[in-house]
């Protein structure tokens, strides 16, 4: 990685801005430079126009954003879980992109008719929901043949509407007739509801002592609508209003569909403003004098030559200039694979990059995932088709970054469980009976379980290999003898120890042993040795040896490669027996048995092909990467044409 340095006459920089989003290769860093002692400021301050700008395309983004958010409410897009990991958008050839996303006033006319569709669509609403509070207030009341104007009473009468549940009716309505004698109460039909009508007709000068008889009870007078007429004629024309209501906004939803012809105009203009204020955000950042500005960021490089071209064929009046990275600076990483590896740095760009200037862990790691990804699911059958579908899926939705690796990697391990699957004879378990091109392990678990010691054994040793590695080439020899080096006599002598008690060979023994106290006096002697004081390094040295049981854990956590192998099997031996079961059903068995074994086949290769990412990834990451891994790096993002809605692709390719 090395740090670029850009400058170049104010007037350009737009276009140059403009360039490094096109060609993509640099990561911008913004530069701290102290402004009074070299007479510099932002470049916003040198080209006023720059702010008014970023304030012209601010508006127009939050106009189209309306826009997008307005079509969602009568057609929003459905993605599936996988297109919404892979992304999504919609893909456009650049020239097309081009040409929509410059119609910025056919954009701007499109959001006044969505401000408008929008705006008459709320006031229908806010009318609809009026008339249906009105229409709920009067409905107690549609049996009264008085004019709701009238109900209002006169300076000697007083008229109050209420509603007493029927619960209580008798008991209220005998208090009341008791308390005001001189007060007239029509009831209305309680049509089967909780609450009767009454109407309450008194003198003015009873009517306070009406309401406090009822007001004891939690009953107060009803207020209804301003309305003209009677409640039921009210009622009837509101319920005339609702339908036309209804039929308006059925047509103003109708002229709404008719935009979302527009909705990948409205993207692009979106997307083509969004790059746009990127560019005049990194404009504003830049420092610059009264005629020359700065730009600074990380480049890979193999890509500056690129990148001198892409700039030096429009402009002449440039200044390029890469360096190493200083001691205190921290460039971003990129990981650097052969392509038959490239998949595999999914696994690494989940758990976290490395830091500048360590091992990149993706080609190390990249056979012992694939052969543990078989081991765990280890059925041929699930491995053909988790490939296709894997294929299907890379063909069908554009994927771009991790999500492209981690779909192109399942696929290479579904050649591994094939792989397995022979070997094991394992082909959608025993459903054609085809036998092994080895060992069963449901037949000798044992030896499956020494297959997986072994293997985790070998990539500890590995890890071990790259730690040792990486010291030796940063000069740190004595580290790479005594840290690791002294691991690997000790370790093998330990594990000839164990094989020779189990196997009964003596000279393996006697190998073993010598092994192992040469590895345990070398690290005795030298795992101590940050300590000055004899005592205390010969105890930190012994103390050492304790690793060793982290060593042994680790190898039995690759266990779970038998564990996880003998669940896809069984399961997949569970099926088929049940759905065999039903060939005893004459001429139509063979239907329920052929959906069970789909149902059940298709149910266990999902979970089980989860379970051996999950677990083969945790292999990597505990017991693998945890030997020389050094986390911290961040991930390398270059200044692109980063989108939201569209996907630009090559001409012919969407």
Known sequence: MKKVSLVAPVSCADGIIGVLQDVGVVEIEKTEIESQEYSLCDLSEVLAELGTKQEELSRALTELKFCIDFFDRFERIKKNIIEQFAGGKV?????????????????????????RLDEELSKRSTEESRLLDNH????AWEWLDIPVPEL???KQISVDLYEISSRFYEDIMAELNESCPRTYFAPGPSSGTRYIPVVAISLSEDRDKVRQVLSAHNIVPQLLPE?????ADAMRRIEDRLSAIDKEIEDLTEQAKGLLKERVKIYSIYDHLSLALDRKTLASECPATRT??????????????????????EYDLVHIEARDPLDDENPPVTLDNPAFATPFEAVTEIYGMPRPGTIDPSFASMPFFFIFFGMALGDAGYGVILSIVCLLLLKKIKMAGTAKKLFTMMAICGAACVLVGAVTGSWFGDLFGIAPLWFSPLDNPLLMLGVSFALGLVQIYVGLGIKLYYNVKQGNLKEAIFDQGLWYPFLTGFILLIGASALGNPVMSEVGKWLAILGAVGLILTQGRAHKNIIMRLGAGILSLYDLTGYVSDILSYSRLLALGLASSVIAMVVNDMAKRFLSIRFVGWIPMLMLLVIGHVFNLAINVIGSYVHSSRLQYVEFYGKFFEGGGRRFRPFSKKTKYIEIVEEGEA
Do not use: M
């Open 136 to 139: 709920n207030q009067l409905s």
């Open 227 to 231: 309305v003209q007429g009677t409640p």
């Open 292 to 313: 020359a500005f700065l730009i600074e960021g990380w480049a890979r490089e193999d890509a500056l030559p690129e990148l001198e071209k892409a700039v030096r064929s």
């Open 91 to 115: 893909y456009l050839p650049n020239s097309t992109f081009d040409d929509l996303g410059s119609k910025v006033e056919e954009g701007h006319r499109i959001y006044e008719e969505c401000r």
């Open 152 to 154: 209002a009473g006169s």
